[in-house]
């Protein structure tokens, strides 16, 4: 079997493939670990760590501690080097362990059963009886400004930073646009987004924009919402970005750089898709089914190339899958329970369907919410906003969905996400005693919410 990429849908699907005993080899052209590890999801947590760790220190004199704080960027950032070198070094390690051969190339196919692999200035052909592509995506790039590295700036440049700009323009309030902006507000940059529709984390609950609006606020950031980034250039060693709204009023914004985190592209143009006949959807994705095989029963995509949520324990759960069904395994996707988190301050994490989306799907939904401000534990850490909620069908109690705004929200996520993939009622639930103080308290409270038991919501 041939996996092209070593991100979390390819390393995985080698892994997995190789614990099912075939001969796999997986091919990688730049790092082990792909995006999420190496220019995404760890770095950019390592950086929320950090950014927390100064605002925290700065901002903790009404608690009878003060602290003067000097943030050393590049230090910051070695640091977070060395946490992605330590994970991506375990990943190498990891698929050894399991046989898995592998190739620092690239790539590409030649036809229904050969790849060609170009590694070392050398090229050689692999026949394969499988192929499964985890080629991720990369940042769509917003015409006009095509990343440069110092003036324009993508999501991997803004983690490489090695000093806390005075100023940044982020253009985005998506989750890597709100992500980012916040750890920089935090390290001490005067943060503006520009964003073309009227909130922060525009597909979310408005109650759920508005708690990370607010907080982001707080911490000095700037919105321009219903704003388009029309156009830049170079001014005082720094950036004038014009933003235009749709009645064309033009506003110029000045500041060291612009951010631009405007979404991600699938990566379909690396490995010859012609060659197999393959074409990417309206979307830009590689059209898959309900065990991630291609329109060629032999060959697989999984990860950001199938499509959204781009997300990397999506990816993981995809190249398992696709790893079982080539093993013989009855496996299949269902992405009922698919989690998904944006580290904020506070997190959100949401999983399942919404209010709206679980009437639109015919059921009768009932919901329960607690607040953040009735929970002792949230009131210890200094974290009043924000609010559980737990969305059911009420005649059958089965739980549907949550969307929580909260600290350590991914963490809490999990047990409603368990939830919906068992199969669980609300009373099942709230009748789980959970520990005191926690902020777990309020999951367990707002599924008694929706059964009207709750005893501290009113
Ligand atoms: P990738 O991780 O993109 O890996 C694809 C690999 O394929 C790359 O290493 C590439 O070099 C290789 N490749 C491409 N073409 C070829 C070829 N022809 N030959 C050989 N190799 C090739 N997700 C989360 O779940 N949580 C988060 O907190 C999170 N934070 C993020 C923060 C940022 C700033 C970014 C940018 C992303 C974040 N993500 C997060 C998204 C996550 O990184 C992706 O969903 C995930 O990496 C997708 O995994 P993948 O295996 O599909 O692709």
């Excluded at 100023?167 to 001490?188: D, F, H, N, P, W």
């Excluded at 631009?260 to 309206?282: K, Q």
């Amino acid at each position: 079997m041939l996996v092209i990429g070593a991100g979390p849908g390819g390393y995985v699907a080698a892994i997995r493939a190789a614990q099912h005993g075939l001969d796999v080899t997986l091919v990688e052209k730049d790092a082990y670990g792909g995006t999420c590890l190496n220019y995404g999801c760890i770095p950019s947590k390592a950086l929320v760590h950090g950014g927390d760790v100064a605002h925290e220190a700065r901002t903790a004199d009404h608690l009878g501690i003060d602290a003067d704080v000097d943030v050393d960027l590049g230090r910051l950032v070695d640091w977070k080097d060395g946490i992605v070198d330590q994970l991506t070094g375990g990943v190498e390690g990891l698929c050894k362990a399991a046989g898995v051969d592998l190739v620092d190339g690239a790539a590409q196919f030649v036809d229904e059963h050969v790849a060609e692999i170009d590694a070392d200035g050398e090229t050689r052909t692999l026949g394969f009886e499988y192929a499964i592509v985890a080629t991720g995506s990369r940042p769509l790039e917003v015409p006009g400004f095509e990343p440069d590295g110092g003036y324009v700036l993508d999501s991997r440049d803004a983690l490489e930073l090695d000093e806390v700009p005075d100023s940044l323009i982020v253009v985005g309030a998506g989750y890597i646009g709100m992500e980012l902006s916040t750890v920089l507000a935090k390290l001490g940059t005067d943060v503006t987004v520009v964003e073309m529709f009227d909130d922060v984390l525009p597909m979310y609950d408005d109650d759920i924009s508005r708690v990370i609006r607010e907080r982001a606020t707080e911490l000095g950031i700037d919105f321009r919402f219903g704003e388009l980034a029309a156009d830049w250039d170079e001014r005082d060693e720094g950036v004038v970005v014009a933003t235009e709204t749709e009645d064309g009023d033009i506003t110029e914004l000045s500041a060291d750089a612009v951010l631009v985190v405007a979404g991600r592209d699938p990566v379909t143009d690396t490995v010859n898709f012609d060659a197999l006949g393959i074409e990417p959807d309206d979307d830009g994705c590689v059209p898959t089914d309900a065990q991630g095989r291609t329109d060629l029963d032999h060959v697989f995509a999984v990860g950001d190339i199938a499509g959204e949520p781009m997300l990397a324990h999506k990816a993981s759960y995809e190249g398992e899958v696709a790893a079982d069904a080539i093993a013989g395994q009855p496996a299949t996707l269902d992405h009922a329970a698919m989690p998904a988190a944006v580290f904020t301050d506070p997190e959100v994490a949401t999983v399942g369907l919404t209010r709206e989306e679980a009437a639109e799907a015919g059921y009768s939904p009932v919901v329960g919410q607690m607040p953040m401000a009735g929970n002792g534990r949230a009131l210890t850490v200094e974290a009043d906003d924000g609010f559980a909620r737990i969305v059911a069908d009420e005649p059958t109690g089965r739980v549907l969905g949550a969307q929580i705004a909260a600290p350590n929200a991914s963490e809490l996520l999990s047990e409603i996400t368990l939830a919906i993939e068992q199969g669980l009622t609300l009373s099942e639930l709230a009748g789980t005693v959970h520990t005191h103080p926690t902020l777990s308290e309020t999951v367990m409270e707002a599924a008694a919410d929706a059964l009207g038991e709750a005893i501290h919501t009113r």
